[in-house]
């Protein structure tokens, strides 16, 4: 901790005493090295930073580092402006950037930690949004210019002149890279939004007959449409609002079709996108912070899409073409006459857990929905001051992100041993003596392993069928994320506990205490 | 054509292959469970498309409405991205910094 004050306060002092000494001077030539050296430093903070963030001991410290390193690039572009330009409207930036900031710390501050994989591409779509803008507004500057000098002195003299000096080049490089931040930008925001809408559960799952083929279309359309505009095959400014729209409609199509479970992974690819709508952002602006920030984003958040289909077991070809989504239905009426169940009662399972020497509990979405994670904790106190272990066994897409269920039950002071990942856990199964499973499903579906039908076939499960006993806590027999059948409710060792998570493990508590 | 590019823009050309890189290296041997704060703080730090915003705002005419409001919202839309991004990425991280004190204690 320390050590972080002492960093802050380095920055701080930086800042200020460059700023200060610029102020009493402020020549262009005596900004643009406090600049470049100001974006140098933000760069720094984004690589140091970044790589610190994938400790557990260091990340939060790394985040902060980032976060200063923004900091030291913003107040760089706003101080001095572009090539020793100052800028205009400055106190309308500064109230945008104050609105910008308020607003967004109460959204951050005030959301629930279920919630936080929709804040998150929330944040996403908005660098979406505001890289689309900067194209939308570069195209529209850019044309004014050019309408300005074609009807002054004629179209072919402008075409000739431009040929001559080679400035023709630069102009199309120039369009082609407002193209791509507009392209991008917009698919991202688009994609994101609805990503956010089905994590809310306001929008559905859809899928048109044969969309991966309208989906290639409309993407091959926006490319062909701004690759002919920028090489002058097709003029007129409507083509680039034609762009725009196709691109917008693209996104939408293109996230729609993918199921809810594999929203984290959309996320993170769009998270990428984002990433290089900025860096072409810095290539138009020969701005070499935003250049870095966003390739290493870029780069960065593919990798991590590619980590995170791993983890899941899935390919991002699946993924992308909505595999789980659009299988699920039928596979879930073929096999849902499966047999008979178990209903037990509180002090049933009570009883069962008091006077077992292990216990390991799944946590699921169910739980972090139904807020049951204190419960759950005290739960976990009471049966280890009766003698007996408990573990929580955690899939690495547990909750609705990798790391979600992690940050849930950190929440509510579960301790960090206590939570163990499904490779270590699987083995333990067999020592298991109750397994409770709160309000999680398709991570503890055995056709994942048995049905090459199903749609989860070949997702990594928890195999909770080798424990002793397993209790599942449902609110009821409806089928999990991925709208399946689990064949592990019919299984002999298996009981069913009806209700809320958090009503139930409180019943829980009260039956152990009164045994 | 492309070659002329290429040697026109060869800085930056070296500046993306060594990111890309350097992005790949950062993230290659990350535990699952920070898979959700390290894709938060990424989006984080793509705001920096906030300086983008900035600089187009920065050079409309006082009477071009048009971009004037667009840069207006850009600016916002990009501060949100960046300040939430952080924020809530703090805050997720909060939690496992919380929990490594209970654990030592």
Request: net charge negative; charged share 15%.
């Amino acid at each position: 901790m320390k050590k972080l004050i002492s960093l802050e306060t380095i920055a701080l002092v930086m800042l200020v005493g460059l700023g200060a000494s610029y102020m009493m001077d402020p020549t262009p030539e005596r900004g643009l090295p406090i600049q470049e050296f100001f974006y140098l430093l933000g760069s720094i903070g984004f690589v140091v930073g970044l790589k610190m963030m994938g400790k557990p001991d260091t990340a939060r410290r790394g985040n902060m580092l980032a976060a200063i390193g923004m900091v030291f690039a913003v107040v760089a572009a706003l101080v001095f402006g572009k090539d020793g330009q100052a800028l205009h409207n400055v106190p309308l930036i500064i109230g945008a950037i104050a609105l910008g900031t308020v607003v967004g710390t109460m959204m951050a501050k005030r959301v629930q930690m279920t919630a936080m994989p929709q804040m998150v591409s929330l944040f996403n779509g908005m660098g979406g949004a505001c890289a689309a803008l900067i194209g939308l507004m570069e195209f529209h500057e850019m044309s004014a210019t050019f309408a300005g000098i074609e009807s002054e002195i004629g179209q072919a003299v402008v075409a000739a002149a431009l040929a001559l000096t080679g400035a023709s080049s630069a102009l199309q490089t120039q369009l082609g890279i407002i193209y791509a931040g507009l392209i991008i930008g917009t698919v991202s925001f688009a994609g994101s939004m609805i990503a956010f809408g089905k994590l809310e559960g306001k929008i559905k799952d859809f899928a048109l007959p044969g969309q991966q083929y309208v989906n290639l279309a409309l993407l091959g359309t926006v490319l062909g449409l701004a690759a002919g505009h920028t090489l002058g095959y097709l003029e007129g400014s409507l083509w680039f609002y034609l762009v725009l729209v196709v691109a917008a409609l693209y996104g939408i199509l293109f996230v729609l079709p993918i199921g809810g479970a594999d929203m984290p992974v959309v996320i993170s690819l769009l998270n990428s996108f984002t990433g290089v709508a900025a860096a072409c952002g810095g290539f138009l602006y020969d701005n070499n912070v935003m250049l870095m920030g966003g390739v290493l984003v870029g780069s960065a958040g593919t990798i991590l899409t590619v980590v995170m289909c791993n983890a899941m077991n899935r390919s991002l070809t699946n993924v992308l073409l909505g595999k789980v989504g659009g299988a699920s239905a039928a596979a879930s009426a073929s096999n849902s006459a499966g047999g008979s169940i178990r209903e037990l009662q509180a002090t049933d399972v009570a009883i069962m857990m008091k006077y077992a020497s292990k216990v390991v509990v799944v946590p699921g979405y169910g739980l972090a929905v139904a807020q049951a994670q204190h419960v759950c904790h005290e739960l976990e106190l009471l049966l280890e001051s009766e003698g007996v272990e408990v573990k929580y066994a955690i899939h690495p897409v547990a909750g609705r992100m990798p790391g979600h269920m992690n940050v849930l039950l950190a929440e509510s002071n579960v301790e960090y041993d206590k939570l163990v990942e499904m490779e270590d856990i699987n083995p333990e199964f067999a020592t298991t003596d109750v397994v409770l499973v709160v309000g999680a499903n398709d991570v503890v579906n055995p056709a994942a392993k048995t049905d090459p039908s199903s749609p989860i076939y070949g997702m990594p499960i928890l195999d909770v069928e080798n424990a002793k006993q397993v209790v599942v806590m449902k609110r009821s027999m409806k089928a999990g994320y991925a709208g399946i059948d689990n064949d592990l409710f019919y299984n002999s060792k298996c009981g069913m506990l009806f209700g809320d998570a958090k009503d139930s493990l409180q019943k829980l508590v009260s039956e152990v205490k009164s045994l | 054509m492309i070659l002329n590019f290429i040697y026109e823009n060869i800085e930056f050309i070296y500046l993306i292959f060594l990111m890309v890189i350097v992005g790949i290296e950062l993230i290659s041997h990350v535990p699952s469970v920070l898979h959700t704060p390290l894709m938060s703080g990424a989006n984080a730090i793509h705001g920096v498309v906030l300086i983008g915003a900035i600089l187009v705002l920065g050079k409309a005419h006082s009477d071009d409405y048009f971009s004037l409001v667009l840069g207006f919202i850009g600016v916002v839309l990009g501060t949100l991205n960046v300040v939430g991004g952080f924020v809530v990425t703090d805050r997720m991280l909060e939690m496992f910094k919380k929990k490594d004190k209970g654990g030592k204690a």
